[in-house]
Nanobody, 122 residues
C-alpha cells in the first residue's frame, strides 16, 4: 500500500527528495524512518494530518522538510545539506492510531513501504 521512491547517490551538501504514495487508503500519520548498516531503525520525520503539523528528529531538523499532498495521498521528504551520516535505507511508514508520544517509535506503525537507499558521499 505504500510505495517509496527517490533515493540515490548524492555528494555531501547535496539534496534529494523522497516520495511515499499510499494507494487505497488514507492515513493520518505518514512519515519516514531510516536504518543504517548495523544500526537500529530510527525516526526521521512524520506529518500529522490531524493537526497538519510536521515532526522531526533532532538530527535532521533544519535540513529536512516533510510535506504532504492530501489529494495524492503522498508524503514527501525534501532532504537538503545532506551529510555522509544520513546514508541509510529510508522507509516510509504510516498509521492512523498514533499518539504524540508514539510518533517517533517504529513499533507504533503498522504499515511500511519498501526501503529506498540514500547514499551520501563525502
Amino acid at each position: 500500500q505504500l510505495q517509496a521512491s527517490g533515493g540515490g547517490l548524492v555528494q555531501a551538501g547535496g539534496s534529494l527528495r523522497l516520495s511515499c504514495a499510499s494507494s487505497g487508503r488514507t492515513f493520518y500519520f505518514m512519515g519516514w524512518f531510516r536504518q543504517a548498516p548495523g544500526k537500529e531503525r530510527e525516526f526521521v520525520a512524520v506529518f500529522n494530518k490531524r493537526n497538519m503539523r510536521p515532526y522531526y528528529s533532532d538530527s535532521v531538523k533544519g535540513r529536512f522538510t516533510i510535506s504532504r499532498d492530501n489529494a495524492k495521498n503522498t508524503v514527501y521528504l525534501q532532504m537538503n545539506s545532506l551529510k555522509p551520516e544520513d546514508t541509510a535505507v529510508y522507509y516510509c511508514a504510516a498509521d492512523n492510531g498514533l499518539i504524540l508520544t508514539s510518533m517517533g517509535s517504529a513499533s507504533a506503525y503498522d504499515y511500511w513501504g519498501q526501503g529506498t537507499l540514500v547514499t551520501v558521499s563525502s
